[in-house]
């Protein structure tokens, strides 16, 4: 695979640029040639190739060869709600979901929560998203949604899951726990304290499975990515 750059704009025409930190990239970083090829996504599931045809200062110009769909997504939905935990950890966390798969991250606010996350750190967390799907492959961004409160999130967001999962100590095996994802997982990790006891209690009467993980207290990252692989690589799910 060539090096992969991410278009903002949808590639409708067989004409394509480049600006903003991708052409830096290509610019400054790659020191790229006119007649180089590279590969471009947008977003829509296609994979274009393309060739540089032109050098701006702060732009490239690149005219595309070929269109292919390419689909490296999972084949169900799979939503993760989620308290950040702080610092350099959250971006960590957005870039391993984005390699496994996860169509959404949702950043949960709930009582315990250390980290109230702000229009400036979403959109950090946003070009993580982009770096993370240049490097696996993916030709869909995972979607970062607004914060939701863990109230409201637990209830409007069910309806259309088939599989809702809690991680929480004392709760059921993970073991085939998500068999059935036809229409969709949705997960919900809480902060490093854990949910509190109202939280949990209404999530159960909203419908959600509560999932034990272990032995081991584990933090947030951590238990986020234990739980999301074991649903994106379990063998028995069904996904039709």
């Known amino acids: 695979m060539s090096e992969r750059f991410y278009s903002l704009s949808p590639i409708t025409t067989d004409h394509a640029s480049l600006d903003g930190p991708e052409a830096h990239h290509l610019l ?34 690149l005219s595309i060869t070929e269109r292919k769909v390419i689909d490296r997504e999972l084949p169900f939905p799979l939503i993760v709600g989620v308290a950040l935990p702080k610092g350099d950890r959250q971006k960590w966390l957005v870039e391993k979901l984005t390699e496994l798969g996860v169509t959404t991250l949702v950043p949960l606010i709930t009582e315990r929560g250390v980290a109230q996350p702000t229009g400036g750190a979403i959109e950090r967390l946003q070009r993580a998203v982009f770096e993370a799907c240049k490097q696996c492959g993916r030709n869909r961004l ?83 990515i234990a739980l999301v692989s074991s649903i994106a690589f379990a063998p028995d799910i069904s996904r039709d």
Do not use: Y
Request: glycine share 10%; charged share 20%.
């Open 28 to 61: 400054h970083v790659m020191r790229a040639a006119v007649g180089e090829r590279v590969t471009l996504f947008d977003n829509s599931g296609v994979e274009f190739t393309a060739v540089i045809a032109k050098l701006g200062r702060s732009n490239v110009e």
């Open 142 to 224: 995972m979607r970062i949604a607004e914060p939701q409160e863990w109230p409201r999130w637990i209830v409007e967001e069910s309806a259309h899951q088939s599989c809702r999962l809690l991680a929480h100590p004392g709760g059921a095996p993970l073991a085939g726990a998500a068999k059935d994802a036809a229409r969709g997982v949705q997960l919900a990790i809480g902060p490093e304290g854990g949910f509190t006891v109202a939280e949990t209690a209404a999530a159960t009467a909203a419908g959600w499975q509560s999932i034990d993980l272990g032995p081991r207290i584990l933090r947030v990252e951590t238990a986020a």
